[in-house]
């Protein structure tokens, strides 16, 4: 989170209008709150339940939905140069 909080802290100011960057700021506070405890919910069930292996096998599940999700996305987005 140490990588990440600070770019997406500046996606939110720059995505949002000067007169309501405080509730930007605060929704996505409340959204990554509530993304981080279903996941922390959902890790010490699959540990509980299952295991410690299921726990990071799913965390690299999920981190590998997420690459090629960007893999994806980086196909599907048109290049911005201009050919010569």
Known sequence: MGF???LLAALVADAAPIDRRGN???FFSLV???VLLSASVL???LWDQI???ATFYTG???A???VVGLLLQLRSTPSTTTPD
Request: aromatic residues 10%.
């Open 4 to 6: 990440s909080q600070g």
């Open 24 to 26: 930007a700021f605060g």
């Open 32 to 34: 990554s709150g509530i």
């Open 43 to 45: 890790a010490g069930v």
């Open 51 to 53: 295991g410690a292996a």
């Open 60 to 62: 690299a599940s999920f």
């Open 64 to 66: 590998a939905l997420g």
